[in-house]
């Protein structure tokens, strides 16, 4: 088929632009996962660029039927969803990233510690997969994996090992990824510490591959 000229200099633009290291404004705003920074006691991290994140991972009210009572934080990891349980059959939902496949944890648990701008130090199993790991990473470091917030999960008394916390990857939300911990936005973490007192009962569920979706409806977000 012969070009007419109109296309003819279009298509001369476009590869004028690629040459020039000029990425359309599409493909740079399917990469951009951050926008801009914020100031949180006293750590400067990097803010989630919304605007590129599916909705469904957005933080939302969203209608929820559960037997347990409000203030129970619920990771249905099949879905990869977290609900923060309110009054009147409703919940705070928030996307997460979760266990890969051998990694997973389920079970019930309450949150005995809170941290602001953690410190991660890598446990001996994760360090034997990964040698060049470092022995620990102080909080409020940019390759610190846990973020702004880590909430850690006891199970009789005892730590699990496993943290509802931040990540340095926006792009794994929604995602079997982690070592078994549940990853949440910088932003997302932040607000569920803010909400989480210490003893917040906490049920990770089953990762079932024929659970039914979760019955729930976006009331505002």
């Not at 607000?191 to 569920?205: E, K, N, S």
Request: charged share 20%; aromatic share 8%.
């Amino acid at each position: 088929m012969e070009l007419n000229r109109r296309e003819l200099l279009l298509g001369a633009a476009a590869t004028a632009a690629v040459g020039a290291g000029i990425v359309p404004a599409e493909a740079q705003k399917k990469t951009s996962w951050f926008a801009g920074t914020a100031v949180d006691n006293g750590v400067t991290f990097r803010l989630t660029n919304f605007a590129v994140i599916d909705k469904r991972w957005h933080k939302q009210m969203v209608k929820y039927k559960s037997s347990e009572p409000a203030g129970t934080v619920v990771v249905d990891t099949r879905h990869h969803f977290l609900y923060l349980i309110m009054e009147n059959g409703t919940a705070i939902r928030y996307g997460v990233g979760v266990g890969r496949e051998g990694f997973q944890w389920f079970g019930r648990a309450n949150i005995d510690r809170k941290a602001l701008w953690p410190k991660w130090t890598p446990p001996p199993e994760m360090r034997q997969r990964q040698p060049d790991l470092p022995l620990s990473v102080e909080g409020g470091s940019p390759t610190n994996p846990l973020g702004p917030r880590a909430l850690y999960l006891f199970n009789n008394g005892g730590d699990t090992g496993y943290r509802l916390h931040g990540t340095l990857e926006p792009g794994s939300i929604g995602k079997d990824v982690s070592s078994g911990c549940i990853r949440m936005f910088p932003e997302h973490v932040i607000d569920l510490y803010q909400r989480c007192p210490i003893g917040t009962a906490t049920q990770v569920l089953p990762h079932i591959a024929d659970r039914a979706p979760p019955v729930d409806d976006v009331q505002n977000g």
